[in-house]
């Protein structure tokens, strides 16, 4: 398996703009995360799905961040708008069972001008 | 918050040393797992300890679990340059599906 899939892997953006961050899980794994890694805050949870379903979202900031899972095999997370305060790495991991081993993507290094 | 603290923040040493880093956390768990993360890569699991067990092995990686102190320590042994990283530790707490983060411990092997 290719392990997981995160594009673009680098993005800048002007304050304002819509970022869309893609995300292709192994396939058969159930569960699916997204963290946001900063060197103030850490690695933080934002949110995951487990069969496609969004189970706990306490982690999104704001309402200007939202995750769709419309298939077993993709993700997305939007911001929109964008602010400088977003920059940061976004990162994307699944698993086949909630409390065992998480597979990182690359990540996506964004940028907000 | 409910992350696990790692200690130290960082550590320097030379290759061929031990290092040794530590996890603390605050609540029940389940499991606890600690990944490596390189510079602008993604994390990388490298070992699970369920709470009922006390020591594992993998490699020259060797994690220890102490439920009664809430914390874990990972040991790597004869350390090389590529081992430089950061490492984390998670922890899933009872309560959800989802682990929790540790701040890391960012390791400098000296060649």
């Known amino acids: 398996d290719a392990g997981v899939i995160q594009s673009p892997r680098h993005e800048v953006t002007e304050m304002g703009q819509e970022v869309t961050l893609r995300c292709k899980p192994i396939s058969g794994h159930d569960y699916l995360f997204w963290y946001r890694q900063t060197m103030m805050r850490g690695l933080e949870l934002l949110i995951y799905f487990n069969n496609n379903v969004p189970i706990d979202d306490s982690g999104m900031p704001e309402d200007r961040f939202s995750a769709k899972m419309p298939n077993a095999s993709f993700s997305t997370l939007k911001i929109q708008p964008s602010e400088p305060r977003d920059s940061a790495v976004y990162f994307c991991?699944?698993?086949?069972?909630?409390?065992?081993?998480?597979?990182f993507g690359p990540g996506t290094r964004l940028l907000v001008l | 918050s409910q992350q696990g603290e790692e200690d130290p923040q960082a550590l320097s040493i030379q290759e061929g040393e031990n290092a040794t880093m530590n996890c603390s956390y605050k609540t029940s768990i389940n499991n606890l797992q600690w990944y490596r993360q390189n510079s602008g890569r993604g994390l990388v699991h490298l070992i699970l300890?369920?709470?009922?067990?006390r020591e594992k092995h993998s490699g020259r990686l060797r994690v220890t679990l102490d439920t009664s102190k809430k914390s874990s320590s990972l040991l790597i042994t004869a350390s090389r340059a590529a081992d430089t990283a950061s490492y984390f530790c998670?922890?899933?707490?009872?309560?959800?599906?989802?682990?929790?983060f540790g701040t890391g411990t960012s390791l400098t092997v000296i060649p």
């Open positions: 300890i369920r709470s009922n067990e």
């Open positions: 998670a922890t899933d707490y009872n309560t959800g599906n989802q682990f929790y």
């Open positions: 991991a699944s698993s086949f069972i909630s409390q065992e081993t998480q597979y």
